[in-house]
């Protein structure tokens, strides 16, 4: 099993539309979660970060964490065809040590 | 504001070859990641520093080893490059646990 599990897609949503991207992580004990968006050839970028139970709103994207069932995903309402991209969700694993671990990744394809 | 920045962006080797990557973090920053990334996969964690000591260790291949300077730029190192080791690498730094990465360095060996 891997530690950071997603869905590789392709995930297609119409413009508009509201996006579901889902992770799920292995690690019990592990504190720190987040999501990065990824274009191809380019490098990861950060859109959200979250640490405690429940939702995290940031503009059109929406973090939500549920520890108890080691599950994190992130909502993008509106979806505009610039979100099609690659969405990373990646776990800092518990212990205090500092290895940011990624899961696969998510194709998100936002057609007009 | 002042981003993690990585050179070269483009470098090629031939197989057998030594190569070395360099990041510079954002300022402030106190940890330095390493990660692998092949044609369509994801980044893989090779090595991390903090405070210009080694703190985690991944995927690294004993041919790979990395230090953090006084500075806290910090070097890949690769040698007996082998074709398989082509692929993106991308240096991430964080102050607190939200990492930022670099451009990347895109490594073609031949």
């Known amino acids: 099993q891997k530690e950071v599990e997603q869905n590789s897609g392709p995930l297609s949503v119409p413009e508009g539309a509201i996006a579901s991207l889902n992770c799920t992580y292995s690690?019990?004990?592990?504190?720190?979660f987040f999501w990065y968006r990824q274009y191809s050839g380019k490098s990861p970028e950060l859109i959200m970060s979250i640490y405690s139970n429940g939702d995290k709103e940031d503009g059109r994207f929406t973090a939500q964490l549920n520890k108890a069932s080691q599950y994190v995903s992130l909502l993008i309402r509106d979806s505009q065809p610039s979100d099609s991209a690659t969405y990373l969700c990646?776990?800092?694993?518990?212990?205090?040590?500092?290895?940011?671990?990624f899961g696969a990744g998510t194709r998100l394809a936002v057609h007009p | 504001a002042a981003g993690v920045i990585q050179s070269p962006r483009h470098l090629i080797k031939e197989k057998r070859e030594t190569a070395t990557l360099k990041c510079y973090p954002i300022?402030?920053?106190?940890?330095v990641y390493w990660y692998q990334q092949g044609p369509g996969q994801d980044p893989q964690f090779l090595i991390s520093?903090?405070?210009?000591?080694?703190?985690d260790k991944g995927s690294i291949p004993d041919r790979f080893s990395a230090q953090q300077f006084s500075d806290y730029h910090s070097e890949l190192n690769m040698s007996s490059l082998e074709l398989g080791d082509s692929a993106l690498y991308f240096c991430?730094?964080?102050?607190?646990?939200?990492?930022?990465f670099g451009q990347g360095t895109r490594l073609t060996v031949v």
């Open positions: 520093f903090y405070e210009k000591m080694q703190s």
């Open positions: 991430a730094s964080s102050s607190d646990s939200e990492a930022f």
């Open positions: 300022p402030r920053h106190d940890t």
């Open positions: 990646a776990v800092n694993l518990f212990g205090g040590y500092n290895k940011l671990i």
């Open positions: 690690d019990r004990g592990s504190q720190s």
